[in-house]
Each structure stands twice: as structure tokens, then as C-alpha cells.
């Protein structure tokens, strides 16, 4: 029913900045919460950002502040604005969607931090 893409991840310098984008593909979800969420190595996954179809937005606290959750509902597609990026943003970040209550999710992409 819907498929997930995201990209933009890749090999950042702590400090810097990163675009991610996730089009979500099959129908026109622009009333779906979406969201980003994040598996680093050796832990579990973790909420990161959530936007409804309205564009209200909810971040965890470690992320307030540096990162920025949006999206175009014409186009389907959630982005993620992180700055200021640390050694600990360094994951596979993933994005999904609430279709009325079952999760779907993208295939994730990786974001590396280096110092």
C-alpha cells in the first residue's frame, strides 16, 4: 500500500549539517503522521521526530534544538534537518508512517559521524 524511501544519510564531520528526505510512495498520505527514527549500533531503535499531516511536530529531548522535522504534503515526503550533529547522531536512520495505525517502514539510510 505504501513504500518508503529514504535518502540523503552519508559521512558528515561532527558540527556539520545533513538533509534527509523520505518519499512515501502509492497514495496520498498528506493527513498520516510520518516520522524519522534512528538505530545506532549496539542499541535499540530510538524516536527521533514526528510530524502530523497538519504539521505538528514532536522530537526527543536529545535532538531538540539541532534537528528539524517537515514535509511537503503534495509531494508525500518527510524531511530531517540535523545540525550541529554529534558523534552519538551516528545510526541508520529510518523513516515511517501511521496508516491509521499500522507502521510502515522505509529500508533506512546510514548517517556517519566523524570527528
Known amino acids: 500500500q505504501v513504500q518508503l524511501v529514504e535518502s540523503g544519510g552519508g559521512l558528515v564531520q561532527a558540527g556539520g549539517s545533513l538533509n534527509l528526505s523520505c518519499a512515501a510512495a502509492?497514495?496520498?498520505?498528506?493527513?498520516?503522521?510520518m516520522g524519522w527514527y534512528r538505530q545506532a549500533p549496539g542499541k535499540q531503535r530510538e524516536l527521533v521526530a514526528t510530524?502530523?499531516?497538519?504539521?505538528?511536530?514532536n522530537y526527543a529531548d536529545s535532538v531538540k534544538g539541532r534537528f528539524t522535522i517537515s514535509r511537503d504534503n503534495t509531494k508525500n515526503t518527510v524531511y530531517l534537518q540535523m545540525n550541529s550533529l554529534k558523534s552519538e547522531d551516528t545510526a541508520v536512520y529510518y523513516c515511517?508512517?501511521?496508516?491509521?495505525?499500522?507502521?510502515?517502514w522505509g529500508k533506512g539510510t546510514l548517517v556517519t559521524i566523524s570527528s
Open positions: 502509492g497514495s496520498d498520505f498528506s493527513i498520516n503522521p
Open positions: 515511517n508512517i501511521n496508516l491509521w495505525g499500522a507502521i510502515y
Open positions: 510530524i502530523s499531516g497538519g504539521g505538528r511536530t
